[in-house]
């Protein structure tokens, strides 16, 4: 499994695939493709997509203006754009995350 990680814009984009209501938020490893992300907060009113954003800023260390969901705000499945980043950074950070999931 790898995060795939497409390059446009000046930005990285790559999908991921959201638990909300989660007791235990953060980077959970990867699904498929697609980086599986836990959140605490509810699926409603872009509660969750606001905190699947603050996630990804914290595990990349980005500034939250940086990260924005480019699709599927009412789906686990979303497509995020991270402005200023490289995918080959991206890549090795999911990389680290599924070796700790593994272990």
């Known amino acids: ?19 909300a209501g989660s007791a235990r938020p953060g980077i959970r490893g990867l699904h498929g ?27 990349l260390g980005v500034p939250l203006r940086a990260v924005t969901v480019e699709a599927g705000a009412a789906s686990r499945r979303k497509l995020i754009r991270v402005a200023g980043a490289d995918g080959g950074r991206i890549r090795a950070a999911a990389d680290s995350v599924a070796k700790k999931a593994r272990t």
Do not use: H, Y
């Not at 499994?1 to 638990?19: D, I």
């Open 1 to 19: 499994m790898e995060l795939t990680v497409r390059e446009s814009g000046g930005a990285a984009v790559f999908r991921v695939l959201v638990s």
């Open 33 to 59: 493709d697609s980086l599986k992300i836990a959140v605490a907060a509810p699926p409603e009113k872009g509660k969750a997509n606001d905190e699947v954003a603050a996630v990804i800023a914290g595990w």
